[in-house]
């Protein structure tokens, strides 16, 4: 099974940051740090610009897919997609499966000003403070490789140091689990199984209708069309998460306005 092999590659990862991170010292050291970016407050006011909050995602290769972008330049998509008024940027540092690098999240942190998503599959505290290090804004959570103890555990630690936390589902089981365990205010529905890479965006709608008032709701994967978006909107997505539809045109930030629409200007801060 793919995503066990993926957990299975992020345990060795692990145990290697195990090695090599002092906590004191990564605690010392994120203390002087400046704050986070909200991330789940720049989707909320994203969506007073366009129909529903944008999470632009910087992906050069995927399991489901091989390689996605040959011409693959982190920094300049990232600035494109800031341009083109995208609330907030994911990037993909795991390296081994979708070719990325916390380099590579290291470098759009210092090129674009909107708040970052650290986008790889979250098993251990010390990824957690690693993200904060390397400029991350947000952490993801995914349910689906987590019990309730680490979900519960790992959103406190990140919240601790500054970090907003989207919390990923599939499935019933899964969105129950991340309610019990009371902490998320931001959850992704993925509608890619992570372990057929099958994608269906009639999820979003199932899973959205079980979440309760207050919830900032992120509709992830196989978004690449205005229908797709009326759709996921009607089911009440407040945000979306688009990758591989972006990486696909040439010029990203006009894949943006085709997608989305072009920015509406509130008048309001924000
Ligand atoms: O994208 C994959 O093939 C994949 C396979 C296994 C686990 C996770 C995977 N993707 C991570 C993501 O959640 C997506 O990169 C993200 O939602 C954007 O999806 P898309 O717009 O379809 O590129």
């Known amino acids: 099974m793919f995503l066990e092999r993926i957990v299975a590659t992020k345990k060795e990862?692990?145990?290697a940051l195990k090695?090599?991170?002092?906590?004191?010292?990564?605690?010392?050291?994120?203390?002087?740090?400046?704050?986070?970016?909200?991330?789940?407050?720049?989707?909320?006011a994203g969506r007073r610009r366009r129909p529903v909050g944008l999470i632009a995602e910087v992906k050069k290769a995927s399991p489901s897919k091989g390689l996605i972008r040959p011409d693959f330049h982190p920094v300049q998509l990232a600035k494109a997609y800031e341009a083109a008024g995208a609330d907030c940027i994911s990037v993909l540092t795991d390296v081994q499966y979708f070719q990325g690098s916390n380099d590579y999240l290291r470098g759009v942190r210092e090129g674009v000003n909107v708040p970052l998503l650290r986008k790889d599959f979250t098993i251990d505290e010390r990824q957690i403070y690693e993200a904060r290090l390397i400029g991350a804004d947000?952490?993801?959570?995914?349910?689906?490789?987590?019990d309730k103890r680490q979900l519960d555990a790992y959103h406190r630690l990140a919240r601790d140091i500054g970090?907003?936390?989207?919390?990923?589902?599939?499935?019933?089981?899964?969105?129950?689990?991340?309610?019990?365990?009371?902490?998320?205010?931001?959850?992704?529905?993925?509608?890619?199984?992570?372990?057929?890479?099958?994608?269906?965006?009639s999820v979003t709608?199932?899973?959205?209708?079980l979440m309760p008032e207050g919830v900032t709701a992120v509709s992830e994967s196989a978004i690449a069309s205005?229908?797709?978006?009326?759709?996921?909107?009607?089911a009440g997505a407040q945000a979306v998460l688009v990758g591989e539809h972006f990486m696909r045109q040439p010029d990203v930030g006009a894949a943006i306005e085709g997608l989305l629409g072009p920015v509406v200007k509130t008048g309001a801060a924000g």
Request: net charge negative.
């Open 13 to 15: 990862e692990a145990a």
């Open 138 to 146: 947000a952490i993801l959570l995914i349910a689906a490789i987590l």
């Open 205 to 209: 709608e199932q899973l959205i209708a």
């Open 163 to 201: 970090l907003d936390v989207l919390v990923e589902v599939h499935n019933r089981p899964e969105l129950e689990a991340v309610l019990e365990v009371g902490r998320a205010t931001l959850i992704g529905v993925n509608n890619r199984n992570l372990h057929t890479f099958e994608t269906d965006l």
């Open 226 to 234: 205005t229908e797709d978006i009326a759709f996921v909107e009607k």
């Open 19 to 44: 090695a090599s991170m002092n906590l004191n010292a990564a605690e010392r050291e994120i203390a002087g740090l400046p704050a986070c970016l909200g991330f789940e407050a720049a989707l909320q």
